[in-house]
Structure formats: C-alpha cells, structure tokens
Nanobody
C-alpha cells in the first residue's frame, strides 16, 4: 500500500519559517521523484517543488530562493524547508508520487501565514 503522510504545517507569522515532511512507504522510495503541490481556496493547484531520483530540484518561481526541497532516502522522507513565508503561501500542501501512471497523494497539511 503506497502511503504518503505530510506533517509540519501550522500557523506562522509573515517572515517566519516552517519545515514540512512527507513520509513515504509502500514503494521503493529512492527510485521515484517526489513533488510538493499546494492549493489555496479559489486557486488552482500549483507545483511548488520537485526533487528527482538523482537529487535535482525544480521550484515554482514564486518560491525560488525561499523554499528548499530535500530528501533522505534512508528515512524515506522528503522535506520542504520554507523560509521568509508570505501570506500568499497560505495553502494546503500535499506531496505526490507518480507510480505506473497513477498519482498517489498524501492527506495534506495546512500552512497558514498570518499576523
């Protein structure tokens, strides 16, 4: 059973930081790329960051320089370090893996950036 479980969300003030985690199980984690997406009310889901098997990364322009994605294959976990948070970063963040043409999603974790 493929499972992805996000954690680390919460309420933070503008300019603050959070680190999200995506814990994976049920597949050979080290052989798949993992992607973070987010969705805010009234907006389309957007790709935030992706990390490949080899550790290459891609980021949305809106988060470049502020967010860092990383992976620890020994722990089957992907992280998203979020710094200098803005109110526009408020969204539900979920991680994703594509396995044999099927998308698997975690339950999502809420990030709220507000004073």
């Amino acid at each position: 059973q493929v499972q992805l479980v996000e954690s680390g969300g919460g309420l933070v003030q503008p300019g603050g930081s959070l680190r999200l985690s995506c814990a994976a199980s049920g597949f050979t984690f080290r052989t798949y790329a993992i992607t973070w997406y987010r969705q805010a009310p009234g907006k389309e889901r957007e790709l935030v960051a992706r990390i490949t098997v080899g550790g290459s990364t891609n980021y949305a322009d809106s988060v470049k320089g502020r967010f860092t994605i990383s992976r620890d294959n020994a722990k089957n976990t992907v992280y998203l370090q979020m710094n200098s948070l803005k109110p526009d970063d408020t969204a539900v963040y979920a991680c994703n893996v594509l396995i044999n043409f099927r998308n698997y999603w975690g339950q999502g974790t809420q990030v709220t950036v507000s004073s």
